[in-house]
């Protein structure tokens, strides 16, 4: 009933700059945070940035000055602009929203397939 679809991830070296994008997709009402995680290999998924509907962004420590988080409402479309990329931010970057669907109740976590980002010379 809802896709999430991530692009833009890829190979980078570091130093460089990539912009992630996320379209929400299907029987959407409305979208209320939407968000970005990331897992590296043998470590747990971490936030990295999250928008909500109104209101603060919210950034890792790690990403701060760094990576910007924005949206798109009228396109359901949530992006990642990383700057100043460390290799330590290699991961795999996952899409997360909130929404309510239609006819539904209470909103619901969705998640993106992932998008793998390298950092590396």
């Known amino acids: 009933q809802v896709q999430l679809v991530e692009s833009g991830g890829g190979l980078v070296q570091p130093g460089g700059s990539l912009r992630l994008s996320c379209a929400a997709s299907?029987?959407?009402?409305?979208?209320?945070?939407m968000g970005w995680y990331r897992q590296a290999p043998g470590q747990q998924r971490e936030l990295v940035a999250v928008i909500p509907s109104g209101g603060s962004t919210k950034y890792a420590d790690s990403v701060k000055g760094r990576f910007t988080i924005s949206r798109d409402n009228a396109k359901n479309t949530v992006y990642l602009q990383m700057n100043s990329l460390k290799p330590e931010d290699t991961a795999v970057y996952y899409c997360n929203a909130e929404i309510l669907l239609i006819l539904r109740v209470l909103p619901q976590d969705y998640w993106g397939q992932g998008t793998q980002v390298t950092v590396s010379s």
């Open positions: 299907g029987s959407i009402r409305w979208i209320n945070a």
